[in-house]
């Protein structure tokens, strides 16, 4: 079946530690994105990427960086200047980037600091 | 700037009753409008979404929703929850003056009475 797959779907990190989440689609979407979720708020989006090679800031993106060196992956590096990491992260994916299209979205990983 | 209010954080509602979450948005023209259902835990999927056209759309799981213009609203419907429909609901917007970026709303959770 074709969707996304979000790994690993529960992360603990210590204090000053990077953590890489994962995300992998087989939809052969072009757009990928990175979302936060944090209780009683909606969505906010770390980065997004429209094509392999590029990828474009969101509205959070301090603390965090992504690579698309393939279509099909869109790592998240939560890096020790992000402050509060702890949330749950969402990616998703789409054919492109107009209002138009609909999101798919992975099962979600939670990262807790410990 | 575009933005979008979900007024209820949460709603309860007897399984077999009705149910309406309400959405209103701020946009100068029409945007392109979305509703996300969010299982505990889980990922978002998309429940329905207008474009244009019929300002009433249908959408999976019995869902339906209205846009009205005059009100800058899109509430979401039901005319009989079931308790599988206990959940988190999204409302998002979409358009060109925020980079055709989805902006999301805080979320409604929705509780089934028995």
């Known amino acids: 079946d074709g969707g996304i797959t979000q790994s690993p779907k529960y992360l603990f990190r210590k204090e000053g530690q990077n953590v890489t989440l994962s995300c992998e689609q087989n939809?052969?979407?072009?757009?990928m994105y990175w979302y936060r979720q944090d209780p009683g708020q909606g969505l906010r989006l770390i980065y997004y990427s429209q094509i392999v090679n590029d990828f474009q800031k969101g509205d959070i993106a301090e603390g965090y960086s992504v690579s698309r060196e393939k279509k099909e992956s869109f790592p998240l590096t939560v890096t020790s200047a992000q402050k509060n990491p702890t949330a749950f992260y969402l990616c998703?994916?789409?054919?492109?980037?107009?209002?138009?299209?609909?999101?798919?979205f992975g099962q979600g990983t939670r990262l807790t600091v410990v | 700037a575009q933005s979008v209010t979900q007024p209820d954080i949460h709603i309860t509602v007897s399984e077999g009753a009705s149910l309406e979450l309400r959405c209103n948005y701020s946009y100068g023209a029409t945007p392109y409008l979305f509703w996300y259902v969010q299982s505990p835990g889980q990922g978002l999927q998309l429940l329905l979404k207008?474009?244009?056209?019929d300002t009433l759309v249908q959408g999976i799981k019995g869902f339906e929703a209205e846009f009205k213009r005059s009100q800058s609203s899109f509430n979401l419907r039901k005319p009989s929850v079931h308790w599988s429909d206990a959940a988190e609901y999204f409302c998002?917007?979409?358009?060109?003056?925020?980079?055709?970026?989805?902006?999301w709303g805080a979320g409604t959770k929705l509780i089934i009475k028995p």
């Open positions: 998002a917007v979409g358009a060109r003056d925020s980079n055709y970026q989805l902006i």
């Open positions: 207008y474009f244009s056209g």
């Open positions: 998703a994916s789409s054919i492109g980037t107009g209002m138009n299209t609909e999101a798919f």
């Open positions: 939809l052969n979407h072009d757009a």
